[in-house]
């Protein structure tokens, strides 16, 4: 499957993004799709997860109730609605997809097989 992440840019402190993670050339339903993040210096961390059929959600500390993630499986394409933007939120945005992850590996990276190529998201104070 291939994934193609967009939606990033330039938002002020408080502001909100909607990033979208297109997918392609698979059965996208069998796939779970996870967001991670990578700021300059710093290594890559997870964000949030959704299952394959979105019944199941999970956030990291950093950014639960702020970010909501969902998925439409007839569109392929995995959201990731930020609001209350911060600073720190300032990283590269990733979507990666794995059809063999297991729930309790899904906030590791190196679970996932598939990752697009990564969307900016840049917060001004």
């Known amino acids: 499957v291939q994934l193609q992440a967009s939606g990033g840019g330039l938002v002020q402190a408080g502001g909100s993004l909607r990033l979208s993670c297109a997918a392609s050339g698979g059965t996208f339903s069998r796939y779970a799709v996870g967001w991670f993040r990578q700021a300059p210096g710093k290594e890559r961390e997870f964000v949030a997860r959704i299952w394959r059929s979105g019944d199941r959600t999970s956030y990291a500390d950093s950014v639960k109730g702020r970010v909501i993630i969902s998925r439409d499986n007839a569109k392929n394409t995995v959201y990731l609605q930020m609001s209350s933007l911060k600073p720190e939120d300032t990283a590269i945005y990733y979507c990666?997809?794995?059809?063999?992850?297991?729930?309790?590996?899904?906030?590791?990276?190196?679970?996932?097989?598939?990752w697009g190529q990564g969307t900016q998201v840049t917060v001004s104070s």
């Open positions: 990666a997809a794995s059809s063999t992850v297991i729930l309790s590996a899904s906030a590791r990276g190196n679970a996932y097989e598939y």
